[in-house]
């Protein structure tokens, strides 16, 4: 889409921006799924903030353009949408000038000192960089409460916050549940790769000579913050994604353990060694935020079976985050994949699978495969 300076190209029930800070890509991605749908029923145009990833060794983040990772059209299609740089270069100016650029928040947050200070909306890293690669600087904190974001009529908040006043709602942190709510999930299949991902990754495949056919990823989520993370968990309750495995409701009566948190090699070697016999495959595909285990998967696997254990190594000018997409575009092509049931990082990957009705299964969670739980008009 093409945008001038004509009246016409400006949105009259206004604008809804916010700073996607909340960890990193699978966090930032669940969240977003609320927010499409804030923005919607407000009936604002969605203002698609840039991606924050957070490169080894700096210390401050880095902050990546929507469409570098995901086409624009297909959210298009679901509500109204402009890239930030777009909104930034072409409309900002026009109808939130400096001197009026208001940040909203629930309520005034405690600085060091425990005094109540606003919004504080810049303060610390990945807040200020990312408003700041704007070059924006607010002029007034609007503390909302208590109004909230999952919302099914706009009536409350177009009254209180009506575009003609507020033509931009930039809220300081997403304003989307974490984990995202079960009436949310059918969005995902909006969230399509960009011709800049999909064409590395179909690089990759090919310069290894493998198709998706015949390929089973595996994603281990194995970092030592993770192992951590996995020492809160309480049977009773979800943690981070495991809704997608448990149910929301825990209606699928599976008790949230450690093997399925944080499996051992020898439960990650037994259910991966299944999965092979099952489904043949001749390329093995691993995904992992710690150890990929490549040397120990060829030792079991490699000459048994026939099967090419192979894992995406990043060339030196690619960053991290991007190399993730590598990793989650395989996990979702791929046509079988076993994830990881509370990781953010393997929901995001599970539900591209569930567009394209692919069977997805989980660490520690025996005889359950589940795809497209989810059927929504949306």
């Not at 595996?218 to 020492?231: I, M, S, T």
Request: aromatic share 14%; glycine share 6%; hydrophobic share 40%.
């Amino acid at each position: 889409m093409h945008y001038c300076s004509a009246d016409d190209d400006i949105d009259p029930n206004g604008y809804l921006m916010f700073c996607p800070c909340m960890g990193r890509f699978g966090n930032q991605a669940e969240q977003f799924l609320g927010v499409v749908s804030f923005a919607r029923t407000l009936n604002r145009t969605l203002v698609l903030p840039h991606w924050i990833e957070y490169p080894p060794y700096s210390a401050t983040s880095t902050q990546i353009p929507f469409d570098r990772y995901f086409q624009v059209e297909p959210l298009r299609a679901y509500t109204k949408v402009i890239l930030m740089k777009d909104f930034m270069v072409h409309l900002a100016e026009k109808i939130w000038p400096k001197g009026k650029r208001y940040v909203f928040c629930y309520t005034a947050q405690m600085n060091e000192n425990n005094e109540m200070k606003g919004c504080r909306a810049k303060d610390g890293n990945p807040f200020g960089p990312f408003w700041s690669h704007f070059n924006i600087e607010f002029d007034k904190d609007v503390f909302y409460e208590p109004l909230y974001f999952e919302i099914i009529r706009p009536d409350a908040w177009n009254a209180k916050y009506p575009a003609a006043e507020y033509p931009v709602l930039a809220f300081s942190g997403p304003p989307g549940s974490f984990p995202a709510l079960e009436q949310n999930i059918p969005l995902a299949k909006y969230f399509v790769y960009s011709d800049y991902i999909r064409n590395k990754a179909e690089k990759f495949l090919k310069k290894h000579k493998i198709v998706p056919e015949a390929l089973l990823a595996l994603h281990l989520r194995n970092g030592v913050d993770f192992e951590r993370a996995c020492g809160y968990i309480n049977g009773k309750s979800n943690f981070f994604a495991s809704a997608q495995c448990l149910g929301f409701n825990l209606e699928k009566g599976i008790e949230l353990t450690n093997a399925i948190c944080y499996p051992s090699e020898d439960q990650i070697f037994k259910q991966t060694e299944a999965e092979i016999e099952n489904t043949k495959p001749t390329v093995l595909y691993i995904a992992a935020d710690g150890d990929h285990m490549l040397g120990k998967f060829e030792k079991r696997f490699a000459k048994q079976y026939g099967i090419k254990v192979i894992k995406y190594t990043r060339s030196a000018d690619q960053s991290e985050g991007e190399a993730a997409h590598m990793d989650l575009y395989l996990l979702s092509v791929a046509q079988n994949a076993i994830v990881n049931c509370p990781s953010t990082f393997s929901a995001f990957a599970k539900r591209q699978r569930d567009a394209n009705n692919k069977l997805t299964q989980f660490w520690g969670v025996e005889h359950i495969s589940t795809t497209n739980e989810f059927k929504s008009d949306l």
